[in-house]
Every structure is written in structure tokens, then in C-alpha cells.
């Protein structure tokens, strides 16, 4: 299986953490992400966790829209 350096997406602290912690962590734990930014996000869309955030319907339909545009290029 290859590696893959976390530390370029979650926070240090996070970074050698098992991947199921990271998924259960709060927002915060991405790089570039504040707790405010996690506050904003649970008032919004009721996001608590990276889960949560990877499943919210409207990332999703972002991310394939992307990759759908990005396939056509």
C-alpha cells in the first residue's frame, strides 16, 4: 500500500494519528482550518466531524462536478 503524508493535509498534532481518529476529529484537525471555521460550519450545515464534512451531500456534488470537469480537459 503507498503512503500518504497526512501532515500536508491535518494539523501536526493529528498527523500520526489512525485514520478512523482522524475521520471522528472536529474540523479543526485539517490544515487551514480554525475552530472558527468548524463553529461556522456545525451552525451552517450541522458538520461536527471530518466524516461529517466528506459526507455533507454538497461537497460532494462539488467534488464530482470537478472531477467531471476536470475528465473533460
Same mark, same amino acid.
Given at each position: 500500500?503507498?503512503?500518504?503524508?497526512?501532515g500536508?493535509?491535518?494539523?501536526?498534532?493529528?498527523?500520526?494519528? =489512525?485514520?478512523s =481518529?482522524?475521520?471522528?476529529?472536529?474540523?479543526?484537525?485539517?490544515?487551514?482550518?480554525?475552530?472558527?471555521?468548524?463553529?461556522?460550519?456545525r =451552525?451552517?450545515?450541522?458538520?461536527?466531524?471530518?466524516?461529517?464534512l466528506?459526507?455533507?451531500?454538497?461537497?460532494?456534488?462539488?467534488?464530482t462536478?470537478?472531477s467531471?470537469?476536470?475528465?473533460?480537459?
Amino acid at each position: 500500500m503507498a503512503a500518504i503524508d497526512l501532515g500536508n493535509m491535518v494539523d501536526k498534532a493529528w498527523a500520526d494519528k =489512525e485514520l478512523s =481518529e482522524i475521520l471522528a476529529a472536529p474540523v479543526s484537525a485539517l490544515k487551514g482550518v480554525s475552530d472558527r471555521h468548524g463553529d461556522l460550519l456545525r =451552525e451552517a450545515f450541522g458538520i461536527r466531524t471530518v466524516a461529517d464534512l466528506a459526507n455533507l451531500k454538497y461537497f460532494q456534488w462539488a467534488s464530482t462536478l470537478a472531477s467531471l470537469e476536470s475528465a473533460t480537459k
